[in-house]
């Protein structure tokens, strides 16, 4: 549980008129934090994966994106104001040039620098303005890491090693590697550090000589060992980095400030995480391991489909019922390790809000006539699954039926379209948005994001938004998301994960992953092309030679 002995208003008398941020991480720089982790939520409510908290004298400001601007209005206090940071910046709400002190554990390098350019000056706080808000780390509460066996992986240690110091640029003797899910990729492992994403808290230095050590408390499990791999505690991390004479490469992004600081030698090499381009195209191993995983995946959530359209109309589902029902069928699935993250389970206006939670004060009954969101995934021996459904309850309004089928039209865009090797992810967003740009409407969110092997289900660098501007690969998993928010009234959006794959001729085209029903009752056929219309077709017959039926 949060500790209460901290709340905002005590947090802000320690501050005094200082300045002060605070971004929503922990000290792995992790996407998704535990509950005991979650200082932001402690201090203002707001339980999304993005923010930053800033304080200039008597002023209270939250950055988030625009998944969040919504949700964050309604969860904040009122005297904290709301900003989408692509409208606001940081640098420009401080507009300073005094010092704003920061905690040099949850600042990452980059976040430090890309501030620091901006003209802000960042020093580390005078003592510890957020001791007692929350749980000290402790990794050892979640036991020992596990092995991620190579019928998984598809790879081992030992080549994996190669390819990344082959990688590395000249001039360095070996990679920090502070990335925990590069850290497991690379020695195949796995644990249960955080509640939605199976890793542990650690770091490895990786030396040229091919010498290994890992640093972590998790134990290592009976009969563990590896050869060129010592594993010290986590303890001895920090000063084993600052001690070490010879020039490393550093990950920039989640390599933290309280480590870098300590750095005499400026003759380090500073970069993108090393392996996260080869953690992010996948083997024949691990597409083939996917495909098996989404078909069991698709199994449960296709009987969730079918549960949900016969119970609902009764009147008595609601969304933790549902978000529960939904756990339990994954959870009998061979392999299923836990959830890819908190499950999205919104009905009617809830669905505006792009990441919801329910929770006992906001949980809605599902009703006769509204549209209810499905946003969930699972992580698995073999792969991680992420798929949005929208389903509605009884009968659907013709606005409703129309502004669905243009999400679907933009989907199905993206999943059918075929394109020359070099293309990045910001040439094919339009695609899933022209159906809605043409009726004045869109969405604020991106349209997919790269997905991991039993690892994050944000995985970098590949994406498809106006901002990804990496190369689309042969192997890399990613979503396909396009959806629309009708503020007030409900959400819908359609998701698949979706594969690179190459043609005879040398283009490029995505195979599909997912396996789990679109809501006919919500089609119109007539908005759908006839190549629309038959992608649709085989689609549902795919469905059916796997399932059988779809009863």
Request: aromatic fraction near 12%; charged fraction near 25%; proline fraction near 4%.
């Amino acid at each position: 549980m949060l500790s209460s002995s901290l709340p905002l208003h005590d947090f802000l008398e320690n501050l005094g008129s200082k300045n002060y941020i605070l971004p929503r991480t922990n000290l792995f720089q992790c996407e998704f934090l535990n509950p005991w982790e979650e200082k932001i939520t402690a201090l203002t409510g707001f339980s999304g994966s993005n923010a930053w908290l800033c304080t200039k004298g008597q002023d209270v400001a939250l950055f988030t994106d625009s998944r969040y601007t919504l949700q964050a209005s309604q969860q904040v206090p009122s005297f904290i104001q709301v900003f989408d940071m692509r409208e606001k910046s940081i640098a420009s709400w401080f507009n300073t040039k005094d010092p704003i002190y920061y905690s040099p554990e949850l600042f990452s390098v980059y976040s430090y620098k890309n501030l620091s350019r901006q003209g802000l000056l960042l020093l580390p706080e005078e003592k510890d303005y957020l001791k007692g808000l929350c749980c000290a780390l402790n990794p050892n509460e979640k036991g020992a890491f596990f092995e991620y066996p190579l019928e998984f992986s598809g790879k081992d240690t030992n080549l994996k090693k190669e390819e990344v110091l082959r990688g590395l640029p000249l001039g360095v003797e070996g990679a920090w590697i502070s990335s925990i899910e590069s850290v497991c990729w690379l020695l195949n492992i796995r644990g249960r550090a955080l509640l939605y994403t199976p890793v542990i808290y650690g770091h490895l230095l990786l030396e040229k000589t091919g010498n290994m050590t890992l640093f972590t408390s998790h134990p290592a499990p009976e009969g563990f060992a590896r050869k060129d791999l010592k594993i010290a505690p986590w303890q001895a991390a920090l000063e084993t980095f600052r001690g070490y004479q010879k020039p490393l490469y550093l990950d920039v992004k989640t390599l933290p400030m309280s480590f870098y600081e300590t750095r005499a030698q400026n003759t380090d090499v500073l970069g993108a995480d090393c392996i996260e381009p080869l953690k992010a195209i996948k083997n024949d191993t691990e597409l083939m391991q996917a495909k098996k995983v989404h078909e069991r995946d698709g199994k449960a959530l296709s009987s969730f489909i079918n549960w949900v359209k016969k119970e609902a109309i009764k009147g008595d589902l609601d969304e933790i019922t549902c978000a529960k029902k939904l756990y339990d069928l994954r959870s009998q699935q061979d392999g299923f390790i836990c959830l890819s993250f908190e499950t999205i389970s919104a009905f009617g206006e809830n669905g505006a809000i792009v990441h919801y939670q329910p929770t006992e004060k906001t949980n809605q009954m599902l009703r006769e006539g509204g549209l209810y969101l499905i946003d969930s995934g699972g992580q698995y021996f073999g792969g991680t699954t992420d798929v949005t459904r929208t389903i509605c309850i009884g009968h659907p309004s013709k606005e409703q039926q129309e502004l669905y089928t243009r999400v679907l039209k933009g989907h199905i865009a993206i999943a059918s379209c075929r394109f020359p090797k070099g293309t990045k992810g910001s040439q094919l967003d339009v695609l899933a948005r022209y159906h809605l740009w043409q009726v004045g409407l869109d969405y604020g969110h991106g349209t997919g994001h790269g997905v991991g092997n039993c690892l994050g289900v944000h995985e970098g660098p590949q994406g498809i938004s106006r901002l990804s501007d990496v190369s689309l690969l042969p192997g890399m998993i990613l979503s396909n998301e396009p959806g629309y928010y009708k503020t007030g009234f409900f959400g819908i959006r359609l998701e698949n994960l979706i594969y690179v794959k190459e043609d005879s001729d040398g283009f490029l085209y995505f195979e599909n992953l997912t396996h789990a029903p679109f809501d006919k009752d919500l089609i119109l056929s007539d908005l759908l092309s006839d190549n629309e219309k038959k992608w649709l077709k085989n689609y549902d017959e795919k469905l059916n030679s796997i399932f059988n039926d779809r009863s």
